[in-house]
Nanobody, 123 residues
Framework: QLQLVESGGGLVQPGGSLRLSCAAS????????IGWFRQAPGKEREGVSC????????YYRDSVKGRFAISRDKAKNAVYLQMNNLRPGDTAVYYC????????????????WGQGTQVTVSA
């Protein structure tokens, strides 16, 4: 099975920043749309952001728009999620996932996932 790997999570104070990375060693991420999802304890998984393969279109969840930024680095076969002005409500395990060429906000439409990286926002 194809496998993604997330990294960059950690503990930050409210207002802090983190950059999450998504990488794949056995396939080219840039053939796919890549989404970032998150899941907080006791909550359902929710979409955070997505970048399409088709034309590079980018989408964000309303609650993170203006604070988070998704980007690709083709040379490193990686996708990043820059997270600024973090809030306690952003606390969750963050996952990257791959599907076909177009973005989707539905996790069940993504076929490859990583193990997740913990983001904790707390004073």
């Amino acid at each position: 099975q194809l496998q993604l790997v997330e990294s960059g999570g950690g503990l930050v104070q409210p207002g802090g920043s983190l950059r999450l990375s998504c990488a794949a060693s056995e396939f080219n991420l840039h053939y796919y749309a890549i989404g970032w999802f998150r899941q907080a304890p006791g909550k359902e998984r929710e979409g955070v952001s997505c970048v399409s393969e088709k034309d590079g279109s980018i989408y964000y969840r309303d609650s993170v728009k203006g604070r988070f930024a998704i980007s690709r680095d083709k040379a490193k076969n990686a996708v990043y999620l820059q997270m600024n002005n973090l809030r306690p409500g952003d606390t969750a395990v963050y996952y990257c996932a791959a599907r076909g060429v177009y973005c989707s906000g539905y996790s069940e439409e993504f076929h490859s996932w990583g193990q997740g990286t913990q983001v904790t926002v707390s004073a």
